[in-house]
Structures are given as C-alpha cells and as structure tokens.
C-alpha cells in the first residue's frame, strides 16, 4: 500500500513538474498544438485563471474568403477583443486542417515574432499597452495548393487560440479566447463541352473544343503526348472576349509523325489562377493492314500460329490472343515493318480446345482480327 502511494506521488510530482516547465517555456516560445482543433489543447492548458471565451471578448480571423482558389495566397490578420485594458502580451496559435484531419496548405508570415512549426503559425507580441480594448496583428499569409482536395476533403477550417496576458509573467490573471472558421473550394471552371482530334493529313492533327461558360477563364494551353504519358504544353490560345457562351476552338498541330503514340488535352487557366483539364483525346492510328491471312487452322496446342498480312507503315503493335467470351489468354507486342509482314506466336499447352481470336492493334485501333480453333 506504502509503495502504491509512492507511486502516485512521484507520477504527480512529474506531471506537476512537466506542466510548470511547459508553463514557464511558454512565456517566451508559445507550443504548439494549442490551437482549438479536435485533439488539440487551447491556451488554457497553462493559462487556467477564467474560462475560456469569458463574456465581453472573443477572437476572429480576418483575410480567409468563405471559398478559396488553387494555388492562391491569402494574407490575414488575427485580433482579440478583451473587456479590460490593462493586457500587455498577446499570443496566437493557427492552424488549417482538411476534414480527414490533416494539414492544409502552408502558412507564411513576415511579422518577425512569429514562427511556422508543423503546420500551425504562432506568435507571441512583446510586452505593449493597447489604447484600446483590442489587438490585431498581421504579416501571416497562408497559401493554398496547386492540387485541388478531393471531395472528403472539404470543408478546411482554420483552428485559432489567443491570449490576452496581463504581462506580469505568471500564467495568472490571463483572458484565453478561441474560434474556428471554414472555407472550401470555390467553384472552378467547367468542363470542356465537347473536344475531339483528328487527323488532317499524314502529319497533320485537328484539334476542336467548345466551351459552355468561360466567363472565368483566361486562356487554353494545348497538350500533346507521345508516349502515352508525359503531357507537354505545344502552344495556347487565348479566351474569345467577344462573347463567353459557346464558342467553339480549332488549332492544327502540324508537327506529328503518323508512327507516333499521340494523346492531346487541353489545360483550361482561368483568371483567379485555378486549374482544369479536360479528358484525354488518344489520336487514332493511321496505320492499316491488308490481306491478312491465318494459319494452321484448325492449331494444335503448343503450336505456332502464324498470321500474315501487309501494311502501310512500320509501327510496334500489341498482338493478343482471345476468346471468344472476352478472356485475355496471351497478349505481347511486335515490330510490323512498312510493306509483307509474318507475325507468329505459340499457343501454348494451357489454352483448352475452342474458338479463339488472334487480334492485332495499335494504340486504341483494332487492325487485324481473326479466327482460329485450337484442336
């Protein structure tokens, strides 16, 4: 029994004493994690004298617009209101969260008695008397993603905390206000009503889009790809100003090779700065193959199978084995040469007896496809 209260005592003699050092730190270097979040503490931890938000104060924030941009900056200010007019010290606490919890956005600030540690801004003024029942200070910015936050996301609330001290040192005799406040994504700009490509000619490309409203947007930037994955930006085009309903676009990429892997999008800019693309275009080939003939067949299992054809350029293909229910049983890819071309591939002992299609393609076009039986 003698040891358990031992215990005990020792374990609050720690936890008094680690609250006093957190207590006396605090005085110059405000912690962290005092924001008002959930799962957070408040100024109160230490600065326990009222309750908090007592009648006759309170905090605000002002600068964060109800909805924000990609990509922007906002500065902001944060002021406390107290009911007596001898408070000399001031400290703040911000941070901005999404709703899973999770850091949103980056701060900023110029004021040189504020810091930035993980992810929340705070600040403690040096001793001053106001004239007023009122303090603001300012210098913070925070500034939002480029990348826009996903539906569960939303809304991002900002968490803040402030301390009207009296300046005598202690953590006595201080008032302690805090409050939140949301902003979500504001609209951005919608999508491309219509956007299709075509060729125009062996190495020429038509591109045409329209768009519903673009009362919000700048200009269009035109993507192309070559690989199936990086996109690049080839030129833009700005935004017709004579009427912002409805206005159809064309542009003519002449720089294309009729062999290549080719995928255009565009990238709408509006004037805030945000950000949207519309889907992806992947050019059609232009190859072509004819004459194309199958055999053996009826193939043995564990057999070669070969399938001649010519065709009207050299590209690499996908060759690909079926059945006749959708099943993917072989898939790989060959060179087919400009002019007769002999692909052959081996059926292999795990395909059953059945019907099956030997299908030959290029990017998303079916070029050959034919019919065989395994035996």
Known sequence: MKKCIVICVLVTSLLFFQSNVKRITSSNFPPTNCTGAPNAYTCQFCHSTYSANISGGGISLTGIPSTFSIGQSYPFSINIKHFAADRKKFGYDVTALDALGNPFGTFSTTNAYSTINSGELTSHLPPYLTSTNQSSISGFTWNAPATAPSANQLPITFYFCGNAC??????????????????????????????????????EVQLNWSFGNESLLNYYVIQRSVDGADLLNIDSILVNKGSLVNNNYSYTDRKVLGNERIAYRIKCIAKDGSVSYSSIQVLPSTMQVANARLYP????????????????????????????????????????????????ITTGQNIQVGTYFLVVSSVNTILAKQAFTVK
């Not at 953590?171 to 491309?192: E, F, M, R």
């Not at 199978?305 to 898939?331: D, P, Y």
Request: glycine content about 6%.
């Open 166 to 203: 009296n300046g005598d040192g202690t953590v006595k005799g201080d008032y302690i206000y805090n409050d939140s406040v949301a902003t979500t994504l504001g609209a951005l700009p919608v999508a491309i009503n219509h956007f299709v490509v075509t060729w125009k000619s062996d190495n």
């Open 297 to 344: 067949n009826p193939v043995a299992r564990n057999n070669p199978l070969k399938l001649s054809f010519s065709s009207n350029q050299k590209q690499l293909c996908n060759v690909s084995v079926i059945s006749t229910a959708g099943r993917l049983f072989f898939s790989t890819k060959q060179e087919v040469v400009l002019g007769n071309n002999t692909l052959s």
